[in-house]
């Protein structure tokens, strides 16, 4: 499996802060997060958040990105844990951790299998032609570009 970890500090804003930003998340705030971003909707949203099903598309380093995620997990102000649906395994986990005065978010990207030597190949397979190094990096500086904004936007 296939992890890519990117950690970023929000400067003078609460994990509660974050997480009422992120759960609140509609089309017009997506757009004005980052120039990045194209398009934001609920599918479907649920009162607790858990079972939600959201859609969102953005153009990293020339790279459309774009796919529908499920809720798994939501701990409001601690992480949420989301799966993509997709034609291989994704999951992006989002924590928050108060550190003085800031937060530390760190987003936690898995993608492949988790299974023996077949998960090995198709591993291979993902990063050799879907996350490519140069796609990673541009993902890992796209995050800490689009939650460093939150310092200006919250």
């Known amino acids: ?3 890519i970890v990117t950690k970023i500090r929000v400067k003078g804003k609460t994990p509660t802060q974050i997480s009422d930003w992120l759960v609140n998340l509609d ?5 004005s997060w980052h120039p990045a971003h194209k398009d934001f909707r609920h599918i479907r949203k649920t009162e607790n958040f858990v079972g939600s099903v959201i859609f969102f598309d953005e153009i990293i380093n ?6 529908t995620w ?3 997990e939501f701990q409001n102000g601690e992480s949420v844990l989301l799966k993509a649906r997709a034609i291989f395994p994704a999951y992006m986990r989002l924590s928050a951790k108060k550190i003085g005065e800031d937060t530390e978010i760190t987003n936690e990207l898995l993608i492949g299998f988790s299974f023996g030597f077949l998960g090995k190949i198709f591993d291979w397979f993902i990063k050799k032609f879907v996350f490519t190094e140069r796609k990673v990096r541009a993902l890992e500086r796209h995050t800490k570009e689009e939650f ?3 310092e200006d936007i919250i």
């Open 27 to 31: 089309h017009d705030r997506y757009l």
């Open 1 to 3: 499996m296939i992890s």
């Open 148 to 150: 460093e904004r939150l």
């Open 62 to 67: 020339d790279v459309r990105m774009k796919g």
């Open 70 to 72: 499920e809720v798994l």
